[in-house]
């Protein structure tokens, strides 16, 4: 039988963390992520590149037999999910399916503040489309968002520099500016799957009594109960406990940065989009 993996789908390398906690929650069943490493950073492209890019990742996540497709990438999320719903989606088959990782954030956000104010730190593009303002008021009225762009932090990530001075000199000044903008934030929700790598650095620029809200287990839970709910769906996927690695740039670099994020050994093959 052919294989029907869940596909995974990521700018760079930051879905990874994602997918890693989806994997920890639900094994078993086949796996494929792809990474778009010779067009990221997606962060500062038009609304259009983006959603022309992912467009490209989910139809070919569709060829090789993925059901459902998750698009572990904020700016992804912001910028192409809706319009792949709603314009693509219904000619590409009425059984499958594209997820986002936005909404399941922005639905839980509210069990982590006590103030109700809260930070956002995502990529410029993530921030410009004001896609988590817009979910979480759908979900929370009363909870105040504040947002900051961190351009530079996906940059040192991927270019292997988030351990450096320099990184820190990033991520201190644009957390400087975000808790500027209301001595209420009690609660900073990290908007950009890259952004776990630099939890360490964070957490020293950032006063103890905030908390930190990674977005890995949070969507492998929302994703454990969308497979609950969607039998439909959940039926077609395969469960052949497999894992295979896709970039569009080079697999050895890829390779030793994913194992990285990911926390354990990844061999990927190349694919052009």
């Not at 983006?50 to 990742?57: D, G, I, P, S």
């Not at 059901?67 to 059984?95: F, H, W, Y």
């Not at 000044?173 to 360490?200: F, R």
């Amino acid at each position: 039988m052919q294989s029907r993996p869940i596909g995974i789908f990521d700018s760079g390398f930051g879905g990874l963390t994602v997918f890693k906690a989806i994997k920890d929650k639900l094994p078993g069943y086949d796996y494929v992520y792809l990474g778009d490493n010779a067009r990221a950073p997606y962060g500062d492209r038009s609304l259009q590149t983006v959603y022309e890019y992912t467009l490209e990742a989910v139809e070919y996540l569709f060829s090789i037999g993925c059901p459902i497709i998750i698009l572990a990438c904020n700016t992804a999320s912001a910028k192409a999910l809706r319009n792949i719903q709603v314009k693509d989606l219904p000619a590409m088959g009425a059984e499958k399916r594209v997820l986002g990782i936005i909404r399941p954030s922005a639905e839980v956000i509210g069990e982590y503040t006590k103030t109700r104010s809260i930070g956002i730190v995502g990529t410029r593009g993530t921030v410009s489309s004001n896609s988590y303002v817009i979910e979480i008021q759908k979900q929370y009225p009363d909870i105040q968002v504040y947002q900051q762009a961190c351009p530079m932090w996906v940059s040192l990530i991927e270019n292997d520099e988030h351990n450096s001075d320099n990184a820190d000199y990033f991520i201190k000044k644009d957390l400087d500016e975000l808790l500027a903008k209301s001595t209420e934030i009690d609660t900073i929700l990290l908007g950009c799957t890259h952004y776990p790598l630099l939890i360490d650095k964070i957490r020293k620029y950032v006063p103890a009594h905030i908390n930190i809200v990674q977005q890995g287990g949070i969507v492998a839970e929302s994703f454990a109960d969308y497979l609950q709910r969607h039998p439909e769906i959940e039926q077609q996927i395969t469960k052949g406990n497999s894992t295979n690695f896709y970039t569009t740039d080079d697999t050895d670099n890829f390779d030793n940065h994913a194992s990285i994020f990911f926390g354990d050994t990844v061999r990927s093959q190349h694919v052009h989009l």
